[in-house]
């Protein structure tokens, strides 16, 4: 069955280091793509950013970029430059491919808190 | 702001009562899916319907229904509701129904007494 494996509860930077958080996944399929998200206190959700398991290179968004290493199954997210604003619970998010349904399988999350 | 709008933003209700929460998905989307986030399960599928047909159905009880309109809008139906269903709920939208992101409505903070 399809997994996504957060290990790491709680994590906390320093405003304007960065960070890394981690996330491997499980899967037999060949084609999938992999999110993450971030939620602040305030309860939605806000996309961040996404990698296909074909794209040959890492995404970026902004501050925001996907450490995509297939071998090992990791999809881990890099934040640089960290802000204030940046503290949320992040998750990691797998799509599972059966058929043509995009449904989301979540990761359980981890809390990042940015200390001045 | 998503574009996905949700409402009501907060509910409380007791137990044995209905309840239905309303998504309307971006413009021109027509993938709507709902999802449940609750502290002992985390974030869970619940279903997906493309274009007013139900397209995939994950862990959802049969308490629950939902349905999408000719307007794309769709609601969950929540009934018999017990302690255990006070959860966030969300609603998500895509494009399509296959590879695309889902962005993701600020939810209905569901509280059941």
């Known amino acids: 069955a399809q997994k996504i494996t957060q290990t790491q509860p709680g994590m906390f930077v320093q405003e304007k280091e960065a960070v890394t958080l981690d996330c491997t996944y499980d899967?037999?399929?060949?084609?999938?793509?992999l999110f993450w998200y971030k939620q602040p206190s305030s309860g939605e959700m806000i996309f961040l950013i996404y990698?296909?398991?074909?794209?040959?290179q890492n995404a970026t968004e902004g501050r925001y970029s996907l450490n995509f290493q297939k071998a090992r199954k990791s999809a881990n997210l890099v934040i640089s430059a960290s802000q204030l604003g940046d503290s949320a619970m992040y998750f990691c998010?797998?799509?599972?491919?059966?058929?043509?349904?995009?449904?989301?399988?979540f990761g359980t999350g981890t809390r990042l808190q940015v200390f001045p | 702001d998503s574009g996905v709008t949700q409402t009501p933003k907060h509910l409380i209700t007791a137990t044995g009562q209905r309840v239905t929460l309303r998504c309307s998905p971006r413009?021109?989307?027509?993938?709507v899916y709902w999802y449940q986030q609750s502290l002992d399960q985390g974030l869970q599928f619940l279903i997906q319907?493309?274009?007013?047909?139900?397209?995939a159905k994950g862990n959802i009880l049969e308490r629950f229904s939902a349905q999408q309109f000719p307007d794309l809008h769709s609601e969950l139906n929540l009934s018999s509701l017990e302690l255990g269903d006070s959860a966030l709920y969300f609603c998500?939208?895509?494009?399509?129904?296959?590879?695309?992101?889902?962005?993701f409505g600020p939810g209905t903070r569901l509280l059941v007494l």
């Open positions: 413009s021109g989307d027509l993938s």
């Open positions: 998500a939208s895509s494009a399509r129904s296959y590879q695309e992101t889902q962005y």
């Open positions: 319907y493309y274009n007013g047909e139900e397209r």
């Open positions: 990698q296909g398991s074909y794209d040959e």
């Open positions: 899967t037999s399929d060949q084609s999938y793509g």
């Open positions: 998010a797998m799509r599972e491919g059966l058929g043509n349904t995009d449904k989301l399988i």
